[in-house]
């Protein structure tokens, strides 16, 4: 390549990476069809003894109270229309929420798993977000170690008697971290580069989503504080059917 | 604009090397042109793949078929050796999708658009590369060292995007044909465990009564000046968020309360309409398995 040509690349380069904050940031999704097979079996037998529990402890709440079955059924149909609704967003661009740090704060991590599978299949076939061989590696890193940390998060935040606000926030915006960071390891692992191996790799592909992820994951935080203050104010009878009152 | 300058560095590196430069330049001036015209993605309260589902003329079709056949298709696609299976296959459904279902090219470019965004983003991870040394189709000086484009790196990308791009083809002629409910059914008779069919098909009701108390809500913060402003706009979409939830909740109540008094005792059961295979979709379906198939045989022998 002459010297001229270099340096269009080089511009066309920098212009994308400093531009990329404006396509769309469903790239948190796994796309379909983009793992090796083998990575997608690995990945959903990962998550099958998450998914197992989350079955048995859903099938005991709809036996013990059978109006938590339709509780849950809302609070799925309440993920996947946050996850498919644009929020405000500093570059411009089409950000979505996950919603997986609400779920987990306020229903626990196996009900979480298991409608987060639920909504991951909805956005696949009826908004194209992630794909169905995708499906184990996006359960797990959306529906699974995200809410974990958001979970855990929030549980020692209030042992230490953090300020509430301050709690979801960081629970809700680390937990989104955490699913991005997942997801780029979860891409390095199958497809780890020629020089530097996956290490390297997973630098590569935190670097090329970290524009959208950032801002996106304090937006997160935010949201989910605004969410759950508002909720306090206005809808504790519901709060406490759910039992997220119960233990305060 | 964006996605469409992406589309064609992207392309470009693919090309490079392997193509003459002035070849490469224009393929990628043209997925660059492709994307610039269709490239945009909707947002709103309406789920358009459903509604295209519904009008589809494949709609008809036996629902059990299309999704055994497609997620076959699908395997296929990501465990094929060569990219041009997957692509041919690609071509293939987008065509029959289009053509034969009768989805407007213009509306299937636009949902092509959307994964379209993740695979420019980590093609860019998978072609590029950071190496002490400058070997390669491309090499960039950077930060004393190389950021390259090596010939397996570009190898590597084509076959990866190429199976992407038939998976999603094939996902998109199953979710442009079969509605969500007819899914699930499929699923309940594959003995998915019936909590989470039963949980699904209820998600499935409660996305519209959502979506459209969402709009409500948020027309009525707009008409008061609600998303003026960054800072507003997140203490109002927080807001609206956390109304939508305390709704949802007290309508399921009232859904309980229904229920109930019509008799429910834990099990939900629905009516389906009989949609048995047909000889021209078996014959279709039966054509690309074996096809696939087939070039896969040659392909690796």
Known sequence: ?248 | MIVAVLAGFVMFSLCVGTLPTAAAAALCVLVGGILLAFGHHSHGGVLVIDVYARRSRYFAWSPALKTACCVLLLLLCVASASPWVPLVLALILALLTVCGGGIHLHDYLALLSLPAAFLLLSGLALLWDYAPAADGAVAIPFWNGWLVVTAAAQVRARLVMARALGAVSCLYFLSLSTTMPEILSVLRRAHVPSVMTELAVLIYRYLFVLLSVYQSMKDAAASRLGYSGFARSIRTTGSVYGNLLATSFRRSGACFDAMESRCYDGEIRFLEREKPVTLPAALLFGGLLAGTVACMMIGGA
């Open chain 1, 1 to 248: 390549m002459s010297k001229q040509e270099k340096q269009a690349v080089v511009l066309s380069a920098v212009l994308s990476l400093a531009l990329c904050g404006a396509t769309s940031a469903s790239a948190m999704h796994i796309m379909e069809g983009y793992l090796p097979p083998s990575f997608c079996v690995i990945w959903g037998v990962i998550c099958l003894p998450f998914l197992v529990a989350g079955v048995f402890s859903i099938r005991r709440i709809a036996k013990e109270q059978r109006k938590a079955m339709l509780l849950l059924a809302m609070a799925g149909a309440f993920v996947f229309v946050i996850s498919s609704l644009k929020i405000p967003s500093v570059t411009g661009s089409c950000s979505h929420m996950t919603g997986t740090g609400l779920a987990a704060i306020l229903f626990g991590v196996p009900a979480t798993a298991v409608l987060g599978i639920i909504v991951l299949v909805f956005q696949a076939i009826l908004l194209a977000h992630g794909g169905l061989t995708t499906l184990g590696a996006n359960t797990f890193s959306m529906a699974i170690a995200g809410p974990l940390v958001s979970w855990g998060l929030y549980r020692a935040g209030r042992k230490l008697n953090l300020p509430k606000k301050l709690n979801v926030f960081l629970a809700a915006a680390i937990g989104d971290l955490f699913t991005y960071c997942v997801t780029s390891l979860q891409l390095a692992m199958a497809y780890p580069s020629d020089n530097g191996g996956v290490a390297a790799s997973v630098v590569e592909f935190l670097g090329v989503f970290a524009p959208t992820q950032l801002p996106l994951a304090v937006i997160e935080g935010l949201l989910t504080m605004l969410v759950i203050m508002g909720m306090e104010a206005y809808a504790m009878p519901e709060l406490r059917a759910i039992g997220y009152m119960k233990e305060v």
